[in-house]
Structures are given as C-alpha cells and as structure tokens.
C-alpha cells in the first residue's frame, strides 16, 4: 500500500508540474481528443487508482485543476505551490495511516490475548511453556514425529471469529511437508502427536506469523487448527 502511494504521488507530482508550466505560459496543450467513451474509461481509470489508495479529492476542484491545465488556462497554484500542496496532503495522508493501523495491530493483541486467557480455563487444554495452546481430539498412542521428518496431515485453520483461511480437507488432499519448514507452533504441536492422533492447536500471534500480514491472515492473529496426523514419512 505504501509503495503504491509513493508511486501515485511520483506520477501525481510530475504531471501536477508539467500541466502547470504549461498553464502558466498560457500554451494550449495539443493530443489526441478521445471520444465519449475513452473520456469515461479513462475518468474511471483514475478514480479506481485514487479509490484503492483511499485519496477522495474535492470533486469540484479537481475537475477544475484538470480544465485548467487541459485548456491551457491559467492555474490558481504555481508549480512550487502545486508540489508544496500535494506533499502536504500526502504527508498527512500517510500520518493517518501508520496511526490507524497501529490503532488496528492495538486492537488485534488485545482481542487475540484476552481469547488466549479465556480459552486457557476450559476443560482438556494444556499449554506448553512456549505459549502453545492444546486439546486432544483422539490419542493414537503410537510413534511421534521428529522435527526433521516429513508428515503427511489433514487440517483445517480458521481465526478466533470462525474465519477458515486453509483447508486441506476443502481441497480433498492431505498436505505433506517438512517440519523444520513450517511456523514454530505447528513443529512443536506435531511433536506432540501420534501417528493416527487428531489434534486443536491454539497458536499464539507469536508463534505464528507474528506481525506479518500473511494473505487473508491479519497482523497479530491467533491460529486455530484442527490437525489429523495421517503419516510420518521417512526420507
């Protein structure tokens, strides 16, 4: 999002700057005139830009700003004035991001630790000295995983509101993996598990994807999965 913005404010700059030289030496600007529906397309091009990055510009000055640099007019603001206003703007602009989204990370340790200390008093869960969260489903009893082997599992993950972000039982094929290559609470939680064992893990943000935005999983999240431990496998 932040690289974009750095993007739109590059390009918004320098055709700010190069509309108003024009419009302060009062040449007209010659091009190609597109018709009707190309104006429409390209007027929806760049709302759908300005949209995704959040920028709602005063509508009305807007379209004056571009008559005014399109017809070769004079402009209101010199360059200087122009790149000054536009720096200020996104400045603020992007000083309200960074403190709505510490606002946002906030929230999300707070709702996702108070989750782990209300889950932590029912019935069957055990907890590890590193945080991890457990409950047995089913106990096979027989051999356990080492970090360094392959398993084969069926798992379904989802977020503390009920969120299924992955599932390998959606797809209809057990997923096989190494695991010294995964998050730190799945190579501990399937240490714990028996070949056969079905197992929920309650993974802390920390043990997990932490403050990384990870696909459709949000900075800070607890993981919640449900792991069936099909097989190890020797390699």
């Known amino acids: 999002m932040k690289q974009k913005l750095i993007i739109l404010i590059i390009i918004t700059v320098i055709l700010c700057a190069s509309g108003c030289k024009k419009g302060d030496?009062?040449?007209s600007i010659e091009g190609v005139n597109f018709d009707k529906d190309a104006s429409y397309a390209l007027g929806m091009n760049i709302g759908m830009g300005l949209a995704a990055d959040g920028i709602i510009p005063d509508m009305d000055e807007f379209y004056q700003g571009m008559k005014d640099v399109l017809s070769g007019g004079e402009a209101r603001l010199t360059e200087d004035e122009a790149i000054a206003k536009l720096q200020a703007a996104f400045q603020e602009m992007m000083q309200k991001m960074e403190a709505d989204s510490m606002e946002k990370e906030s929230e999300a340790i707070i709702k996702n630790t108070e989750y782990l200390a209300e889950n932590s008093k029912k019935p069957g869960i055990v907890i590890t000295s590193s945080g991890l969260?457990?409950?047995v489903i089913s106990e096979s009893g027989k051999r356990k995983p080492s970090v360094n082997?392959?398993?084969k599992v069926h798992y379904e993950g989802r977020l503390i509101d009920g969120t299924i972000f992955d599932s390998s039982y959606t797809r209809g094929v057990p997923a096989e993996f190494p695991l010294n290559e995964v998050i730190q609470g799945w190579t501990e939680g399937l240490q714990l598990m028996g070949e056969g064992s079905k197992y929920r893990l309650y993974i802390p943000s920390e043990l997990?994807?932490?403050s990384r935005n990870a696909g459709t999983i949000p900075p800070y999240s607890t993981l919640i999965f449900e792991?069936?431990?099909?097989e190890i496998i020797e390699r």
């Open 133 to 135: 969260q457990y409950e």
């Open 25 to 27: 030496s009062g040449s």
């Open 208 to 210: 997990g994807y932490g």
């Open 149 to 151: 082997n392959v398993v």
């Open 227 to 230: 792991v069936e431990l099909l």
